[in-house]
């Protein structure tokens, strides 16, 4: 079993910077896209980073120049450097790990992490 543990959230002030990470604990063998969604009160989970196995990397225009995702494989996490933060970046923020491999031929189609909340002040 594989579970996604996050950490790093936290209050901040508009201007400033957090790092988030998310680590895969468990039994695997290899994770293909690992991504960043958040969700905001009211609303719907919206998708805004994404790192594939080969380090592609794909932005929302809402963070572009403004986050950074990166990706350790041999560790197995996904980290997101958040800067020049805006009240409107306050959000829950949760990681997903896509076709997690426990072997070659099997896999788990999909895996959340538990959410982390990030709150950006004025």
């Known amino acids: 079993q594989v579970t996604l543990v996050e950490s790093g959230g936290g209050l901040v002030q508009a201007g400033g910077s957090l790092t988030l990470s998310c680590e895969a604990w468990?039994?695997?063998?290899?994770?293909?896209?690992m991504s960043w969604y958040r969700q905001a009160p009211g609303k719907e989970r919206e998708l805004f980073a994404s790192?594939?196995?080969?380090?592609?990397?794909n932005y929302h225009d809402s963070v572009k120049g403004r986050f950074t995702i990166s990706r350790d494989n041999a560790k197995n996490t996904v980290s997101l450097q958040m800067n020049s933060l805006k009240p409107e970046d306050t959000a829950v923020y949760y990681c997903?790990?896509?076709?997690?491999?426990?072997?070659?031929?099997?896999?788990?189609?999909?895996?959340w992490g538990q959410g982390t909340q990030v709150t950006v002040s004025t």
């Open positions: 790192v594939s196995s080969s380090n592609s990397r």
């Open positions: 468990g039994n695997i063998f290899r994770i293909n896209d």
């Open positions: 997903r790990a896509d076709k997690v491999y426990y072997n070659r031929n099997h896999y788990a189609q999909s895996l």
